[in-house]
């Protein structure tokens, strides 16, 4: 679509942000029929250690495929406080404080798994991209864990439990352990953490993986806030109930795991590390925080649009995100907030897209719904700098990857579903107001 506003005349300052403008008369004008080519990035990895939440359950998605979480963490055993040789073990139990996040149906029950990992939960560290001492992605870090990590846990559950999900109404899940445990970590309490160099010790090192079974909801907690809770009794006087709080080590080994199954779906061709045109996924791409999945974006004929237009100087360029209709709905709501990252020639983010003219803020766009017909819901940037300098020739055409905000990235599961240049009615449009001399 073309749209041509009133003539102006031009002035003789052609210092103004854009392409040359030339003598002679200009209008200013307006096009949305640049293309923009919409495909889904799965990326290798992204870091997920060190958020601070934990993340545990799954979501079968009928669009995108089945989202699962794992969250791993140490429990800190070495913090006995003051030994006590008169306390007898009366129960134990797992509290996990709720974040206040869920992403799902929070209706039906919902069972965790509680188990010992055979191996010691540490972090990695990533090699760093060939012919550089930096890693090759924005989500990658010198020493981490990352939604794809896992390690080997015993076969049998330390704990089940379930439960009604009450993200917003209760303030923490308790999850009961069994007796065998209370009862080391009541010796633990009365002979101090030298037991722990025991064999029969030894497995509480490694650390815990807490996962879901057929569920329809992933949770979030606060993983400041979890603890092994061991209520005992002393009788070294008169006897009374005491408890003593084992904490979650904060930090690089607490992380969570995060995998997206789509062999139901038409992204069943997608793999890590790859990309997948919408044009072979039905005309949409998706992005999904946690799994590390972006929607990339594509600018091909901008070349021969400027020949085509004769453009002079572009005035704004407004990049339109529009949701496919009916995928951005409790209980798949889309993020909050999108963002622009720069990418490399093989679909990496490298970092995030600056705002137009800014030489510290970054782009971002905040979800703006319509809440009664869902036909206009939307986010909007302005990328008239980004657009002009890739007219200029002064960077590279590597196009956008666009997903949440980095620190949701990394801490949630939120999709949001798009439409590719042939999609019926919510493709991505780029409108660019620009002027042309005649």
Not at 361 to 374: F, G, K, L
């Amino acid at each position: 679509m073309f749209l041509a506003l009133p003539f102006f005349s031009s002035c003789d300052d052609n210092t103004s942000i854009g392409l040359a403008l030339e003598d002679g008369s200009v209008k200013v004008l307006y096009t949305d029929t640049a293309t923009v080519g919409v495909s889904t990035v799965y990326l290798d990895s992204v870091m997920t250690s060190g958020t601070g939440t934990m993340l545990f359950g799954s979501y079968p998605d009928a669009m995108t495929g089945e989202v699962t979480a794992n969250s791993y963490f140490y429990i800190d055993f070495s913090a006995i406080g003051f030994t006590d040789a008169s306390a007898t073990y009366d129960s134990a139990e797992l509290i996990l404080p709720y974040s206040g996040y869920s992403y799902g149906d929070t209706t039906a029950s919902m069972t965790l798994q509680l188990q010992l990992l055979e191996e010691i939960l540490e972090a990695k560290a990533l090699p760093p991209y060939i012919g550089t001492e930096a890693p090759n992605s924005y989500f990658y870090a010198s020493s981490g864990l990352y939604n794809a990590s896992s390690f080997k846990t015993e076969s049998q559950p330390l704990a089940t439990y379930t439960f009604s999900p009450r993200p917003v109404g209760r303030d923490s899940i308790a999850i009961p352990l069994p007796a065998a445990l209370g009862q080391q970590l009541t010796e633990l309490k009365k002979n101090g953490s030298s037991l722990l160099n025991t064999p029969n010790y030894a497995p509480l090192l490694n650390g815990f993986r807490i996962s879901g079974m057929g569920q329809k909801v992933i949770l979030g907690g606060t993983a400041s806030g979890v603890k092994i809770r061991l209520y005992y009794s002393s009788t070294s006087a008169t006897t009374t109930a005491a408890i003593h709080d084992f904490p979650l080590i904060t930090g690089s080994t607490q992380f969570n795991e995060i995998k997206g199954n789509f062999s139901q779906t038409a992204f069943q061709e997608l793999k890590r590390g790859k990309s997948i045109s919408s044009s072979l996924t039905n005309d949409i791409s998706f992005t999904q925080s946690g799994t590390g999945i972006m929607v990339k974006l594509d600018f091909p004929n901008l070349a021969s649009l400027k020949d085509e237009m004769k453009l002079n100087l572009i005035n704004k360029a407004v990049l339109e995100i529009v949701p496919v209709t009916n995928t951005n709905r409790y209980p798949t709501l889309p993020p909050e907030t999108i963002v622009l990252y720069q990418s490399s020639k093989t679909n990496v983010p490298a970092g995030q897209l600056l705002k137009d003219f800014s030489g510290s803020e970054y782009q971002s766009a905040i979800y703006a719904p319509d809440m009664e017909y869902d036909m206009m819901s939307k986010y909007q940037f302005q990328i008239t700098d980004y657009l002009t300098q890739l007219l200029s020739g002064n960077i590279e055409n590597n196009g956008l990857l666009l997903a949440a905000a980095p620190e949701s990235f990394i801490s949630t599961v939120n999709r949001l579903c798009v439409g590719g240049p042939a999609h019926a009615s919510n493709k991505v449009r780029l409108r660019i107001f620009y002027t042309k001399s005649f």
